[in-house]
């Protein structure tokens, strides 16, 4: 019988095809590796000289509204632009390259300079929400764009370059490496069985029980069975929609109260503002039905040890697989533990 709390294994992801390595024995070695500088944390409501607080100038001259909830505006600085035009390299069919073309923009949560999600209340993460299913549905309507990616990256660590609270959306011309990879997995699960991969996941982790977190009337927040970084969770819709679309008034008030409980038990494990990349993962748009994906939102934090230990994703993960030592079991019991009031209050 294999050990997970002991024994070195290894753990399919369903959603990639891909797998990770899980050493849990290695959790009680000692740290004598790099230790981070904890990030400031007594940002004040207003910055002058930021470029995302209301009434601001932003690096491209552009003077930002007097908003009062969240704010949209295309990156001054885009990865993505829509003018580019449609071109395509091949030299022997080894150097191959094609142009991309798409938008990005930039959402600010909140006109507060210091409010991060967890401590935003219930109706300004709402107003979030609302603004993701807005945006979502005006960038789909462009016929030329195939998928959509909302995300956030919280935290110096993680390269945020700006210390107020924003996420962003890419809207691109074709489909990102990892949504190819779970498109080919839902596909093939929903072609044999005639329901969500995520469907039937949700049901299984509901009835063992190990790795749910938040389990309330539309979503479940649970650390996954193949989880690579030390406390990654994932924020399932019980209802298999493809997109934030879909989701009814309740259902966004559900989400948005799902996602505030859980980043309050993120920061609460190391008294910190806890660093992460997260976001939804949905279906690609303007190329047919996909009934086969469910939307789901991950959420990938660094920290390993303490609020200054990361884990590194180098060396062997690099060049091999991803490997974890504290189990997903022990990531999920540690943040079921946690108390759901902001330990700033």
């Given at each position: 019988m294999l050990d997970f709390a002991e024994q070195p294994h290894k753990r399919k992801n369903l959603l990639t095809g891909d797998y990770i390595l899980v050493s849990p024995h290695r959790s009680k070695r000692p740290w004598q590796g790099q230790v981070e500088d904890l990030a400031p944390d007594n940002r004040p409501q207003y910055d002058p000289k930021c470029y995302l607080c209301p009434g601001?100038?932003?690096?491209?001259?552009?003077?930002?509204?007097?908003?009062?909830?969240?704010?949209?505006?295309?990156n001054d600085f885009s990865a993505l632009l829509e003018e580019t035009s449609v071109e395509q390299f091949n030299e022997g069919n080894l150097l191959i390259a094609e142009s991309e073309r798409?938008?990005?923009?930039?959402?600010?949560?909140?006109?507060?300079?210091?409010?991060?999600?967890?401590?935003?209340?219930?109706?300004?993460?709402k107003a979030v929400v609302d603004l993701w299913q807005k945006e979502f549905k005006e960038l789909a309507a462009k016929e030329w764009i195939k998928y959509i990616q909302i995300f956030?990256?919280?935290?110096?660590?993680?390269?945020?370059?700006?210390?107020?609270?924003?996420?962003?959306?890419?809207?691109?011309?074709?489909?990102?490496?990892?949504?190819?990879?779970?498109?080919?997995?839902?596909?093939?699960?929903?072609?044999?069985?005639?329901?969500?991969?995520?469907?039937?996941?949700?049901?299984?982790?509901?009835?063992?029980?190990?790795r749910i977190?938040?389990?309330?009337?539309?979503?479940?927040?649970?650390?996954?069975?193949?989880?690579?970084?030390?406390?990654?969770?994932?924020?399932?819709?019980?209802?298999?929609?493809?997109?934030?679309?879909?989701?009814?008034?309740?259902?966004?008030?559900d989400f948005a109260r799902t996602l505030r409980e859980l980043t309050i038990r993120y920061d609460n494990i190391f008294k910190t503002s806890f660093p992460y990349s997260a976001g939804m993962h949905q279906s690609p748009v303007n190329s047919g039905e996909y009934p086969e994906w469910h939307w789901h939102m991950h959420f990938y934090p660094p920290l390993?040890?303490?609020?200054?230990?990361?884990?590194?994703?180098?060396?062997?993960?690099?060049?091999?697989?991803?490997?974890?030592d504290i189990t997903p079991e022990q990531a999920a019991n540690t943040l079921k533990q946690q108390s759901t009031i902001h330990y700033k209050g």
């Amino acid at each position: 019988m294999l050990d997970f709390a002991e024994q070195p294994h290894k753990r399919k992801n369903l959603l990639t095809g891909d797998y990770i390595l899980v050493s849990p024995h290695r959790s009680k070695r000692p740290w004598q590796g790099q230790v981070e500088d904890l990030a400031p944390d007594n940002r004040p409501q207003y910055d002058p000289k930021c470029y995302l607080c209301p009434g601001n100038v932003r690096a491209d001259g552009t003077q930002n509204p007097d908003y009062k909830d969240s704010f949209v505006f295309v990156n001054d600085f885009s990865a993505l632009l829509e003018e580019t035009s449609v071109e395509q390299f091949n030299e022997g069919n080894l150097l191959i390259a094609e142009s991309e073309r798409g938008i990005c923009k930039v959402i600010s949560f909140s006109p507060r300079h210091d409010l991060t999600l967890p401590q935003m209340d219930l109706p300004a993460i709402k107003a979030v929400v609302d603004l993701w299913q807005k945006e979502f549905k005006e960038l789909a309507a462009k016929e030329w764009i195939k998928y959509i990616q909302i995300f956030e990256n919280k935290g110096s660590i993680m390269g945020c370059s700006n210390p107020h609270p924003h996420g962003q959306i890419w809207a691109e011309s074709s489909l990102p490496v990892e949504i190819e990879k779970e498109t080919t997995q839902q596909k093939a699960y929903f072609k044999q069985h005639g329901r969500t991969l995520l469907q039937d996941y949700v049901a299984i982790e509901l009835k063992k029980d190990e790795r749910i977190i938040i389990d309330n009337e539309h979503f479940v927040a649970l650390v996954p069975f193949w989880a690579a970084w030390p406390y990654e969770t994932m924020i399932i819709s019980k209802r298999p929609v493809p997109s934030v679309l879909a989701f009814s008034e309740v259902e966004k008030e559900d989400f948005a109260r799902t996602l505030r409980e859980l980043t309050i038990r993120y920061d609460n494990i190391f008294k910190t503002s806890f660093p992460y990349s997260a976001g939804m993962h949905q279906s690609p748009v303007n190329s047919g039905e996909y009934p086969e994906w469910h939307w789901h939102m991950h959420f990938y934090p660094p920290l390993l040890r303490s609020a200054t230990v990361k884990k590194f994703m180098v060396g062997y993960e690099m060049l091999a697989t991803p490997q974890r030592d504290i189990t997903p079991e022990q990531a999920a019991n540690t943040l079921k533990q946690q108390s759901t009031i902001h330990y700033k209050g």
